[in-house]
């Protein structure tokens, strides 16, 4: 079985729920304040290890209470978390508000992701060195993400979110890159394009102009897009009433990377990603909503 590493981020997740969102400087009631685990590095490698996938994760948690239910659902699914260290501090904390109608936003602490720079990333190289698929997100320090990038021999996928500063030719490695249209639209900016597209096919086909090998553009209930040299496919997501779409990308992800693994085209691992997207925005949480292998997904 083919092998990937995730270098990224491990974060505990504070939940609230509110009818809506609230206008600056308006206070709502709300409900919930489960903790939870979260971050993408952790929900995409999450994802990908529910499916089957063989997954090691190079990160860290903090010293605090709030490490335990971060790791969680990383332990559950069976993920190597050999090269996740403890230091000392906080561990990464998202503070997310989800209305009623599934949207969410999201304010991240870092804590200890911050340690996952280059020295950290060096001192686990053998997991990078030795995966068929390295996946990377933007919730590291530049310099862990480089230094992964540099110690990558397989297939490196990027999901650049939140898009951070990173060097061009290391962000350039990825095959594919995955963003969404408000994340494609701050990359192409980093490349100097003035003129942004307005659709997400224009957008997916100008960040190939710009030199990515192949591009996912995800777009929620609207489903996806893959550019590469040899054109665009639009794919479908399946239609389902969605109650929380925290992480739903992350799954996408995470499913994306493991049907590359299994040796899937593009579009073919891009199909099946969007059904699973779509099964974790029917059910509350990020990593909690997840399917395992064997659950029925939507079409």
Do not use: W
């Amino acid at each position: 079985m083919k092998s990937i590493t995730v270098v990224g981020s491990i974060n505990a997740d504070l939940v609230v729920r509110v009818a809506r969102h609230p206008l600056p400087g308006e206070t709502l009631l709300g409900e919930g304040g489960a903790v939870t685990a979260g971050g993408k590095g952790a929900n995409q490698a999450v994802a990908a290890a529910n499916m089957g996938a063989r997954v090691r994760l190079v990160g860290a948690v903090g010293t605090d209470p709030y490490a335990a239910p971060a790791l969680e659902f990383l332990r559950s699914s069976g993920a190597d978390l050999g090269a996740v260290d403890a230091v000392p501090g906080t561990t990464g904390l998202a503070v997310i508000t989800v209305s009623d109608d599934g949207e969410n936003t999201i304010v991240v602490v870092p804590g200890a992701n911050a340690a996952v720079d280059a020295q950290r990333v060096m001192a686990h190289r053998e997991a990078v060195t030795s995966a068929d698929i390295v996946l990377l997100q933007g919730e590291i320090p530049a310099s862990g993400f480089s230094q992964a990038v540099r110690l990558a021999s397989g297939r490196v996928i990027v999901n650049l979110a939140p898009v951070v500063d990173v060097p061009r030719p290391d962000l350039l490695t990825a095959d594919p890159l995955v963003a969404n249209e408000h994340e494609a639209g701050l990359i192409l900016a980093q490349f100097g394009v003035g003129d942004i597209p307005a659709s997400e096919e224009d957008m997916a086909r100008q960040l190939v102009a710009c030199g990515f090998a192949s591009v996912v553009l995800t777009r929620g209930a609207r489903g996806a897009v893959v550019a590469d040299g040899s054109g665009l496919t639009a794919i479908p997501t399946p239609a389902v009433e969605a109650v929380d779409s925290t992480g739903a990308g992350d799954a996408f992800v995470g499913a994306l990377a493991h049907r590359l693994a299994e040796g899937d085209s593009l579009v073919e691992a891009a199909t099946f990603a969007a059904r699973v997207g779509a099964f974790a925005a029917t059910r509350h949480g990020a990593q909690s909503s997840y399917p395992v292998a064997g659950d029925e997904l939507p079409r």
